[in-house]
């Protein structure tokens, strides 16, 4: 028996489509990468038991992990897609992007074909990513800046820079940042409804605000033609595409993601922090027959956005119909569905404190806003940023937003996010919620050795567990939010792991042998 008393940290092994193909996971939920955790205001020391407030804000399994190829290329090792790493504009920036070196939705689709008829990076088979794709490159370290600030100082984007160069979006005068929020890249889903303005609206995900919307692609009385970043991506076509199954207990299985959801949702609706405890309350009675259920993080919750669905065209939510959802009454009284909270908090920072206010939420629904035209007085009830939309709002509270002005039959307007005098989005406090959790099954039980032999022990541990059962294998352990903190190889059947300096909490273990993987809770006391 082989004791091991420290264990190095490894890098996870390069992931390619062949790998991805042989575990059934062809969209692999690339982790947000959060290092913090929030109560409904600032940062706080990471919940370690269920019974403490705030606990399950879940980073993801998988973290992000990429390799720069150092001919302007960037492959993900955990989805298998590779991007081109600086963002293409319009003209010569001289390393400054501003509002205006970015393309309209047409010289994209220009600029696509110049990168495959000149083999950029040896390859001629680039497209433009769909928005489950690019939306795969979301990094929550990052913190938008509140209203009013300026500066970038302090600041950090929604994506990796030291793999995916980014600037702020300036103004002509490429100095001042007043549009600093306006950087938006375009994906190549295109929503199924016209908006309020009578335009169908392409989804860009903000890599300066962590946030999904859908954007106007004709100009209109109120827009001009919108413009956008656009990084080119290729390889792993099935990237984004769920795989569900039904399976007959009220759950919902995703094979190519490795998720089991809950088919039913909430069917009510509660604050942030509710939220959080309300996945515990149903540990606790073992729903389903599980008790690991979770609060998805925010990419998670993105996967099961079915973008061919929509309030108009299928007269329905944007998700699979094997799922059952909840529909509402809208502020427009008609039938509409909920939003759904996330377990991943929108940093902020205000020009001197980083804050966490706010918690991001997937609109399953119309992603609802008040809009008004240029020669209105009223504003109009409209699905303002397009169903499937990731945005955010704050976790606590009464105070719905900002006075906008009146609507058709002179109810105040209110808005948590107003842009401008002609739109601002509707706050939601209370949203639903749709459970998670990782299935062991999707993701493999042993063909050749029985995974259910496995045995790790004991469990509740206060100093060292014993893995048993299984014999050449990777072992790789994650802490709460997801993050691997250790990675070793066993070669015998037996192997004991000192603990002993790990802080309280529940660990992942994660056990893998040639094409298979299971994945395993402990506790430590």
Avoid: H
Wanted: charged share 15%; hydrophobic share 35%; with cysteine.
């Amino acid at each position: 028996m082989k004791t091991l008393n420290s264990m190095p940290i490894l890098l996870m092994s390069i992931i390619t489509l062949i790998n991805l193909a042989s575990y059934g996971q062809t969209y692999k939920i690339v982790g947000t990468d959060a290092t913090s955790c929030y109560d409904n205001y600032s940062t706080i020391t990471c919940p370690l038991t269920s019974s403490d407030a705030f606990y399950g804000q879940f980073s993801g399994l998988n973290s992000p992990n990429y390799q720069d190829n150092g001919d302007g290329t960037v492959l993900d090792l955990v989805t298998g897609l590779m991007w081109q790493s600086s963002p293409d504009i319009n003209g010569n920036n001289n390393g400054i992007i501003t509002e205006f070196d970015a393309l309209r939705w047409d010289y994209i689709l220009l600029r696509l074909d110049e990168l495959n008829s000149t083999n950029y990076g040896g390859y001629n088979d680039w497209r433009i990513p769909t928005i489950k794709q690019l939306y795969s490159l979301s990094n929550y370290k990052g913190n938008a800046p509140r209203e009013g600030v300026v500066s970038t100082a302090g600041l950090n984007p929604f994506i990796d820079t030291t793999f995916f160069p980014f600037e702020w979006g300036r103004n002509e005068d490429s100095i001042s940042y007043v549009y600093m929020l306006d950087v938006k890249y375009a994906s190549s889903t295109i929503s199924k409804d016209k908006s309020y303005y009578n335009s169908y609206s392409l989804y860009g995900m903000n890599f300066a605000d962590g946030r999904i919307l859908g954007y106007q692609l004709t100009p209109t009385e109120i827009f001009n033609f919108q413009k956008f970043m656009f990084i080119a991506v290729r390889g792993n076509l099935l990237y984004g595409s769920n795989d569900f199954v039904d399976n007959g207990d009220l759950t919902i299985t995703d094979k190519a993601t490795g998720l089991m959801w809950s088919k039913d949702d909430s069917k009510f609706g509660m604050q942030w922090q509710d939220a959080l405890a309300w996945a515990q309350t149903q540990n606790s009675s073992n729903y389903c027959g599980y008790s690991d259920w979770r609060l998805p993080n925010a990419k998670e919750l993105q996967s099961i956005v079915d973008y061919d669905r929509s309030p108009i065209s299928t007269q329905s939510a944007s998700i699979d119909s094997i799922f059952n959802i909840s529909t509402i009454t809208s502020e427009a009284g008609t039938v509409d569905w909920p939003y759904f909270w996330t377990s991943t908090t929108q940093a902020t920072y205000n020009g001197s404190v980083y804050e966490g206010k706010s918690a991001l939420y997937v609109a399953f629904g119309r992603a609802s806003g008040w809009a008004k035209g240029a020669v209105l007085t009223y504003f109009t009830y409209c699905d303002l940023d397009c169903t499937g939309a990731v945005r955010s709002e704050v976790k606590t509270g009464s105070n719905y937003g900002v006075n906008m002005g009146v609507d058709l039959q002179g109810n105040p307007i209110y808005s948590s996010n107003p842009r401008g005098d002609n739109q601002g989005e509707i706050a939601r406090l209370n949203n639903y919620v749709r459970l998670v959790r990782n299935d062991n099954n999707s993701i493999g039980i042993g063909a050749n050795q029985n995974f259910n032999d496995v045995k790790i022990y004991p469990n509740p541990t206060t100093e060292k567990i014993q893995i048993s059962g299984i014999e050449n294998a990777q072992i790789e352990i994650y802490n709460s939010l997801g993050q691997a903190i250790s990675g070793f190889s066993i070669l015998n059947s037996d192997v004991i792991v000192d603990l002993t300096n790990y802080s309280s909490g529940i660990y992942i273990v994660k056990i893998s042998k040639g094409n298979e993987m299971i994945v395993k809770k402990i506790i430590k006391k």
